[in-house]
T-cell receptor, first 113, second 115 residues
Framework: AQSVTQLGSHVSVSEGALVLLRCNYS??????LFWYVQYPNQGLQLLLK??????LVKGINGFEAEFKKSETSFHLTKPSAHMSDAAEYFC???????????FGSGTRLLVRP | DAGVIQSPRHEVTEMGQEVTLRCKPI?????LFWYRQTMMRGLELLIY????????DSGMPEDRFSAKMPNASFSTLKIQPSEPRDSAVYFC?????????????FGPGTRLTVT
């Protein structure tokens, strides 16, 4: 079965610093991959998705992620953190041909002033 | 579009009571998902429907939980009887198969507290 690993339940960066949130998946068959963001007391919002087109995917709010098949990774980055980026971020992957998404355990991003 | 709509946003009930959570998916979407989110277990898929038919309910924790989708624009998740360990945020999400991209759109969630 497919699984998703997000390294680090909490990541803390200074405002203006690089953001790097890590995600690894288990399947040998490249799946579709997603990053979602959850702000406090809200639902999950799609940040970006990889669907077998370009390996570097750009999303909203200046975030991007790179699909690396050899590393089975889909890490999320942003060059310069903003206070408004503080939230929880979830990596998700499709499971086979079903329409289920398998979610990682989430990484809470803290942005220090 | 109004997005996925869930009601109520907050529900507080006593142990043993019946709880019904409601969801209206995005118009035209043919997949509907129910998730539960807790600090301990993270985000768990409970059940999902395709064209109003339950496809996979393997995540439903026990017989106290049931879900229905009587039509394309409405679904319910019922807990009877409720227990304190059911306290969580319950999300509904919908998706459109025709796009081929599998992305799901989430509602704002229902925060359930069982005392």
């Amino acid at each position: 079965a497919q699984s998703v690993t997000q390294l680090g339940s909490h990541v803390s960066v200074s405002e203006g610093a690089l953001v790097l949130l890590r995600c690894n998946y288990s399947s040998s068959v490249p799946p579709y991959l997603f990053w979602y963001v959850q702000y406090p007391n809200q639902g999950l919002q799609l940040l970006l998705k990889y669907t077998s087109a370009a390996t570097l995917v750009k999303g909203i709010n200046g975030f991007e992620a790179e699909f690396k098949k050899s590393e089975t990774s889909f890490h999320l980055t942003k060059p310069s953190a903003h206070m408004s980026d503080a939230a929880e971020y979830f990596c998700a992957v499709t499971e086979g041909s079903s329409y289920k998404l398998i979610f990682g355990s989430g990484t809470r991003l803290l942005v220090r002033p | 579009d109004a997005g996925v709509i869930q009601s109520p946003r907050h529900e507080v009930t006593e142990m043993g009571q019946e709880v019904t959570l409601r969801c209206k998916p995005i118009s035209g979407h043919d997949y509907l998902f129910w998730y539960r989110q807790t600090m301990m277990r993270g985000l768990e898929l409970l059940i999902y429907f395709n064209n109003n038919v339950p496809i996979d309910d393997s995540g439903m924790p026990e017989d106290r939980f049931s879900a229905k989708m009587p039509n394309a624009s409405f679904s319910t998740l019922k807990i009877q009887p409720s227990e304190p360990r059911d306290s969580a945020v319950y999300f509904c999400a919908s998706s459109l198969r025709g796009t081929g991209s599998y992305e799901q759109y989430f509602g704002p969630g229902t925060r359930l507290t069982v005392t």
